[in-house]
Every structure is written in structure tokens, then in C-alpha cells.
């Protein structure tokens, strides 16, 4: 069902000005979490049964969309989303679509994962949305081929029912089904465009994978680490720190605000599952005047008890890459950065790997839902 049906109908015409001055959203109770389908994790759009207007490999751009009124091709308007043709009936005593017709595209998740919140985001669609849409999932290991995925045999489930959505605006829906995620199927009824598709959940990681890994990051988005909570994401999101790679630019990171009093700022953290951690990376790459000047991490099993300082008190260099090996392995389940006073760091690496314990519910976990 959409969280946003208050939504359904046109948006007005654009009339000039500031083409989001009219955008419909809403704060959905799912968007703290990891969005699957982000490009920068992996995802991609594989495949799709039309493009003709735009390409769906917009539909997964991390920026939001954008409108030049101004802007035509030699097929028409060029939109910043994924848009087909219109369809059109069997004859001209049939001219309008069946009620079947539909668009449809491929999605690779970036990470598998149980997926609890989808927004399908028609900005600047106001008179070409589609009516309605739909998704549905599939959890398909490797690394199958879109003629693979529509095959007859892959079990698909509704995560999203046909379901009316609006124009220029973000159509929010909150997802119920327990299951592990590797593929979605967008569908748009009859056509249409849809400028962006966020999927939001819960990494869930496979086990043989990182078993054979051995080492790894244990707080790595990619790997089913997650931020629990921060003190302060005034400038960026304290979820870029376990992004994959290293940043590219200062907003790539973890950015506070200017503190003006004697307090200092944090990130809490969840590891995969309980591990015991080796060596820690902590990188300040494109925060110059503005990185944290020192830094210390603390270390948690379970999810309550004392707080065990595991490297004190540390002196950052800016734009730097800080790497430390622990004088002993930590177990945690949790970890947490506090840094002095305030500013940023980019990422925060933890490698070391799961305890039997831990890996053993990472099985269990992965089994439970059907991965």
C-alpha cells in the first residue's frame, strides 16, 4: 500500500521558477536505512523492455533529479529519469492499452538484503507519470543474465501490489515481506516515467562468501554493517563512512557541524555479527580545515554493558588515511567513534572476522530467509 496517497493525480504543469517548489513528499519511517539499489554499492539497471524517451540507468543516479525546461532531443523532451513510449491499443477500435500493458525494468540490488521501504520518485513527471506501478523480488544467486532472471522457473513475489502513484512527487511504500532480496522487477502501468527508485532495507550478506573471505570489514555496508545512530549529520550522512572504496570529494564522507561548546561528536555502529577485530582504518581523504583532530574508538558485546576503550585518544592528520593494528583482537558487537571536537572523517574500516558464535547465526539467518 503507499504511504503516499495523498499523492495519486497530476501535479501542475510546470509554470516557471523552482521546478521542486511544488514537489509532493513525505518522511517515511524507512529511510534511514541503506538504500539496496545505490549505484555506489554495485546496483544497476540490467534491463528494460522500453527506453525510449530516457534510460533507466537514471533511475538509480544518487543525485536528485533534475528539470531543464529547455532542454528537447531529436525523440522530444529529455527527462532525467527512465521513460518509455505510449502505448497504444491492437486497432483503431481498440486504441488504448489493454489492462495487462506494462512497462518493465530489471534491477540489481547493490547488496542483498530484506527490503522495508521503496520509494518510486516521479520528479518532473507531472502529465507523463505511469498510472500506477508494482514490484516484485527475487533472490537469484551469481550473477544471472536478464534472460536468465525471466525465465519461467525464477519465483518472483509482490513486494508492492499494482498500486496508483502521482506525479512529481516521491510515492513512498512501506514492504512487509521477510525475505532475502537480489533482483527487483519495476513495473509501470501501462507507461510512462519514473525519475528515481530508492530501495531501502537491511544488507544481508552471504556466509560461504565471507567465510571464504576470512578477513574482512566487519562494519562495511557491503558486508551488513550499519550506523545505529550519530550525534550529528549536518552536512552528510554518518552512512558514508562504510560506503564502498575511498571518498572522492569532501560531501563523500562524514562532515559535522561547528561545535561551540566542550563536547564532542560520535558515530555508533553495528558490526555483521559478533567478530573479533584486528585492525582499524580511519580515513580523513578531502577533509582538510575541516577534519577531526583526534579520534578514539570504543568497543561493545551485545547489545548492552560498559563501553571498552580500544584506541585511545589519536592525533588525525587531514586528507589522510590512518591505519592501526590492535594490540589484541576485540570482540564486539558494536563500535563506536568519538571525535575531537568535531568535523569529519571520510570512512571507518574494521577488519577481522566473525566468531563461530557469530558466523553461526549468519547461517542460520541466511537459511531462514531463503538465501
Known amino acids: 500500500m503507499t504511504a503516499t496517497e495523498r499523492f495519486t493525480g497530476d501535479a501542475s504543469p510546470y509554470g516557471g521558477g523552482d521546478p521542486y517548489a511544488d514537489y509532493r513528499t513525505a518522511g517515511f519511517p524507512f529511510t534511514g536505512l541503506v538504500d539496496l539499489a545505490d549505484r555506489r554499492l554495485g546496483a544497476g539497471v540490467i534491463a528494460a523492455n522500453d527506453e525510449f524517451f530516457a534510460e533507466r540507468e537514471n533511475l538509480l543516479r544518487p543525485e536528485p533529479a533534475e528539470f531543464d525546461p529547455e532542454r528537447f532531443g531529436h525523440k522530444g523532451k529529455i527527462m532525467d529519469g527512465w521513460e518509455t513510449r505510449r502505448r497504444r491499443g491492437a486497432s483503431a477500435d481498440v486504441p488504448h492499452p489493454a489492462d495487462e500493458d506494462h512497462d518493465w525494468a530489471l534491477v540489481r540490488l547493490g547488496a542483498p538484503g530484506i527490503v522495508r521501504g521503496i520509494v518510486v520518485d516521479t520528479a518532473h513527471f507531472r502529465g507523463n507519470y505511469p498510472q500506477a506501478v508494482s514490484v516484485e523480488a527475487a533472490c537469484v544467486p551469481g550473477s544471472p543474465s536478464p534472460e536468465e532472471l525471466l525465465a519461467p522457473e525464477v519465483e518472483w513475489t509482490t513486494l508492492v501490489p499494482r498500486t496508483a502513484v502521482g506525479g512529481h512527487a516521491a510515492n513512498g511504500f512501506v514492504v512487509a515481506a521477510e525475505q532475502r532480496v537480489t533482483h527487483l522487477r519495476v513495473n509501470q502501468h501501462p507507461d510512462g516515467g519514473i525519475a528515481r527508485l530508492r530501495v531501502y532495507g537491511e544488507v544481508t550478506p552471504d556466509p560461504a562468501w565471507l567465510a571464504a573471505l576470512g578477513t574482512f570489514d566487519l562494519v562495511a555496508l557491503e558486508n551488513g554493517g550499519t550506523v545505529e545512530d550519530a550525534s550529528d549529520r549536518f552536512y552528510s550522512p554518518a552512512t558514508n563512512t562504510i560506503r564502498p572504496g575511498r571518498s572522492r570529494k569532501m560531501d563523500d564522507g562524514w562532515e559535522t557541524r561547528r561545535r561551540r561548546d566542550r563536547g564532542n561528536d560520535w558515530i555508533r555502529y553495528r558490526l555483521v555479527e559478533q567478530a573479533e577485530i584486528r585492525a ?40 589522510t588515511d590512518h591505519r592501526f593494528v590492535l594490540p589484541e583482537a576485540v570482540r564486539a558487537t558494536h563500535i563506536r567513534i568519538d571525535i575531537f571536537p568535531d568535523g569529519g572523517i571520510s570512512r571507518l574500516r574494521l577488519f577481522g572476522s566473525p566468531t563461530e558464535e557469530g558466523a553461526a547465526r549468519l547461517t542460520a539467518r541466511h537459511r531462514e530467509l531463503g538465501g
Not at 577531526?292 to 585518544?313: H, I, M, Y
Open 280 to 319: 582499524a582504518e580511519i580515513d580523513t581523504a578531502y577533509l582538510k580545515g575541516n577534519a577531526a583532530g583526534w579520534a578514539s574508538l570504543w568497543a561493545r558485546d551485545g547489545e548492552s554493558g560498559d563501553w571498552t576503550e580500544v584506541l585511545p585518544r589519536t592525533r588525525l592528520q587531514p586528507d
